[in-house]
C-alpha cells in the first residue's frame, strides 16, 4: 500500500512540480521520480496545489489528494473544469492561485508575482494573441521597473508574440535588448529563449547559415545547462529545424522539428505548438512524407481555430497547404519496384551510414551496393541519394523504416 501511494504522490506530484514557478526555472528536473526529493518537499511544505486534480474518486489525482487532505495537508485544486473539489475551491490555473493571493504579500513580492503571473499567460500562447502581446508587453514594463533578473525573458516572450503578429522590425528590437542585457547570460531560460527567437529572425531574413549556427550553439548550451528537456528548449530545436530545412538539409531538420513538437505539444490549442506542426508538415513535406504532413497540417488548423486571429500562421497554414497539394499533384510513380535486395539497401540509405557501412550491415560488398544504389535511382527516377529517399517516401516504399511521425 505504501508503494501504491509513492507511485500515485509521484504521479500527481510530476504535474504539479513541473511548473512551479519562474524564480525556480534553473533547478527545475526530473524530481517527481525522487522518492527522497518528494519526501523532502511533504515534509516542508504544507500547502499543496495538484494541477489536474480530478473529481472522480477512482482517480490516482483524486485518491493522493484526499489521503493527503485527510493527514492535514492544504490541498488547492487545479482544473478548469471544476468549480469546487474536496470542499476546496478550484483554480483554473496556478498563476490564478497566486493572483488571488498576492494581496496578502509584502509590496515587493506583490510585484514579483504580478509579473510572474502576466508571464505565465503570455509565455503559454493559449490566448488570444493580442492579450498575450498586453500580458508580454506588461511584463516588460513590470521587469524594467521592478524586476531586472526576469527581463530577458520577458522580452524574449514579447519578441516571439510581436514576431508570431508579423511584426518581425518590433521583435528584433526586442530580442536585441535582451541578448544585450548585462546578465543576459546568467538568465537561462530567457537568454535561450532570446538566441532561439534571434534565429527564427535571421531564417525570416535569409541568413540561414547565421541561424543555424546561433540555434545549434543555444541548443547546446541548453543541453549543457540542465535545460534540454524544458519549454525553452522547445523553440531552440524549431529554429535550428528552421534553419536546416532552408539550408535543404530535411532529414536534419526534420528531426531537430520532431524534437521541438514534443517539446511543445499540447492537447489544448496553442500558437507555439500549432507553429512547430507547420514547420515539421514543411520538413516532412520535403522529405516526401506526405501522409504525416497532412496529419500535421490538420492538427495545426486544430489548434489555429482556437484563435480569432493568427497573424502570421494563418499565412504559413495557407502555404503548408499548397506544398502539400503541388507535392500530391506532382509525384510521379515508379516505373519498375525495388527487388527485395534493392529495397534493403534504399531503406538503409534513408539512414546516416556510409555505403561500405551499409555494406557490412547488409553483409555486401562496396561494389554490390553501388549496383543497387544504381538500380535505385533508374527505378525511381532520380540522380542523387537525397532524391531517391524523398521519392521512396512519396510511393510508400520506407513506411516500416520510418521513425514513429
Not at 514579483?112 to 498575450?132: H, N
Not at 551510414?353 to 547488409?362: A, F, K
Not at 553483409?363 to 531517391?388: P, Q
Request: charged share 25%; with cysteine; hydrophobic share 40%.
Amino acid at each position: 500500500m505504501n508503494q501504491l501511494l509513492q507511485t500515485r504522490l509521484g504521479t500527481t506530484l510530476s504535474a504539479t512540480c513541473g511548473y512551479s514557478g519562474l524564480r525556480s526555472n534553473r533547478r527545475q528536473n526530473a524530481m517527481a521520480d525522487d522518492i527522497t526529493t518528494l519526501r523532502r518537499i511533504l515534509g516542508t511544505a504544507r500547502t499543496i496545489a495538484v494541477v489536474g486534480l480530478s473529481a472522480e474518486w477512482h482517480r490516482p489525482s483524486h485518491f493522493a489528494a484526499q489521503y493527503m487532505q485527510a493527514k492535514g495537508y492544504r490541498m488547492i485544486p487545479v482544473n478548469p473544469r471544476y468549480e469546487s473539489i474536496l470542499g476546496v475551491r478550484c483554480f483554473a490555473r496556478l498563476e490564478d492561485i497566486a493572483e488571488a493571493h498576492r494581496g496578502g504579500l509584502p509590496e515587493a513580492e506583490q510585484r514579483y508575482v504580478e509579473l510572474v503571473v502576466a508571464l505565465s499567460r503570455a509565455s503559454f500562447l493559449d490566448q488570444q494573441l493580442e492579450t498575450t502581446l498586453a500580458n508580454a508587453s506588461r511584463c516588460v514594463d513590470l521587469a524594467r521597473r521592478h524586476v531586472d533578473d526576469l527581463l530577458v525573458i520577458t522580452l524574449a516572450v514579447f519578441a516571439y508574440a510581436t514576431y508570431l503578429r508579423g511584426d518581425s522590425t518590433g521583435a528584433r528590437t526586442a530580442v536585441e535588448e535582451g541578448i544585450a542585457h548585462p546578465n543576459g547570460p546568467r538568465q537561462l531560460h530567457g537568454f535561450t529563449y532570446a538566441r532561439a527567437v534571434h534565429a527564427l529572425l535571421e531564417c525570416e531574413a535569409g541568413r540561414p547559415q547565421m541561424a543555424e549556427a546561433e540555434a545549434r550553439e543555444t541548443v547546446i548550451g541548453a543541453r549543457q545547462l540542465g535545460l534540454a528537456g524544458l519549454w525553452s528548449a522547445g523553440i531552440a530545436h524549431h529554429s535550428l529545424g528552421q534553419a536546416l530545412l532552408q539550408l535543404g538539409r530535411v532529414q536534419e531538420a526534420e528531426r531537430e522539428l520532431e524534437r521541438a513538437e514534443v517539446l511543445r505539444r499540447s492537447n489544448d490549442p496553442r500558437l507555439d505548438h500549432a507553429h512547430t506542426l507547420l514547420a515539421l508538415a514543411q520538413a516532412r513535406i520535403a522529405r516526401g512524407r506526405l501522409t504525416l504532413a497532412a496529419t500535421e497540417l490538420a492538427a495545426a488548423r486544430e489548434h489555429l481555430d482556437g484563435f480569432a486571429d493568427v497573424a502570421r500562421l494563418s499565412g504559413l497554414a495557407d502555404d503548408v497547404e499548397r506544398q502539400l497539394e503541388e507535392a500530391r499533384t506532382g509525384s510521379p510513380r515508379a516505373v519498375e519496384p525495388p527487388s527485395p535486395a534493392e529495397l534493403a539497401v534504399l531503406r538503409l540509405l534513408a539512414s546516416e551510414l556510409t555505403q561500405r557501412e551499409i555494406g557490412s550491415e547488409l553483409f555486401l560488398s562496396m561494389n554490390t551496393v553501388k549496383t543497387h544504389t544504381r538500380n535505385l535511382y533508374g527505378k525511381l527516377g532520380v540522380r542523387s541519394r537525397e532524391e531517391a529517399v524523398r521519392q521512396a517516401n512519396v510511393l510508400g516504399l520506407l513506411v516500416c523504416a520510418d521513425s514513429p511521425g
